[in-house]
């Protein structure tokens, strides 16, 4: 299993420019997720996914756009890149029965975005 | 909405010592409480999960505890030793949020 992956692990844009971070994952986990990560700071959740056709926004949706078309891919879209969405970019996802408890989740390796 | 607070940003220890990392949070006692693993340029890794009945969750040399009057969580690791340098995040659900993470505590472990 490769687990969960991330294309590209770098990109620059320019302000206004929009591009797709790509995030797949071949553990047939239900649950899927975005976050980002700024230099000193915790992880935010952006949108996640219960399931294929399902998505919810997270603390900091502004910005981005998701589809969770298949129960593979998680694509995560910037429309009109903003110097405030450098950051790092982490997809994450996990197997749900229950809402009760959330198991643990499986993280990529990131995206690196810089928008100059 | 939960707010977490781990107690320093960076904490130095001597190897073979235990490390204690410290997670509060200001609302509502959660369900359920995850900690995760985070080296540099890398995504984290989820260590351990304790659930509000339980007092305390060990595996291996770690160990957990969970204080819901206290609104407090302790991450212990004993006879720590340089490979466990990295930094550690306390994560937990915040109404529709299911992890809501904490910035983290960076440990170095000095030889």
């Known amino acids: 299993n490769a687990g969960v992956t991330q294309t590209p692990k770098f990109r620059i844009l320019k302000i206004g420019q929009s591009m797709t971070l790509q995030c797949t994952q071949d553990?047939?986990?239900?649950?899927m997720y975005w976050y980002r990560q700024d230099p000193g700071m915790g992880l935010k959740l952006i949108y996640y996914?219960?399931?294929?056709?399902?998505?919810d926004k997270g603390e900091v949706p502004n910005g981005y756009n998701v589809s969770r078309s298949t129960t593979e891919d998680f694509p995560l879209r910037l429309e009109l890149a903003a110097p405030s969405q450098t950051s790092v970019y982490f997809c994450?996802?996990?197997?749900?029965?229950?809402?009760?408890?959330?198991?643990?989740?499986?993280f990529g390796p990131g995206t690196r975005l810089t928008v100059l | 909405s939960q707010k977490i607070e781990q107690n320093s940003e960076a904490l130095n220890i001597q190897e073979g010592k235990t490390a204690t990392l410290t997670c509060n949070y200001t609302?509502?006692?959660?369900?359920?409480l995850q900690w995760y693993r985070q080296d540099p340029g890398r995504g984290p890794v989820f260590l351990l999960l304790?659930?509000?009945?339980?007092k305390e969750k060990r595996k291996e040399r770690l160990k957990v505890t969970f204080d819901t009057t206290l609104k407090q969580s302790l991450f212990h690791i004993t006879a720590s030793q340089p490979a466990d340098s990295a930094t550690y995040l306390c994560?937990?659900?915040?109404?529709?949020?299911?992890?809501?993470f904490g910035k983290g505590t960076r440990l170095s472990v000095i030889a």
């Open positions: 994450a996802s996990s197997y749900e029965l229950a809402e009760e408890t959330f198991n643990e989740q499986f």
């Open positions: 553990m047939n986990h239900n649950y």
């Open positions: 996914s219960v399931g294929a056709g399902i998505t």
């Open positions: 609302n509502y006692s959660p369900a359920y």
């Open positions: 304790i659930r509000e009945n339980e």
């Open positions: 994560a937990l659900p915040s109404g529709n949020t299911p992890l809501v």
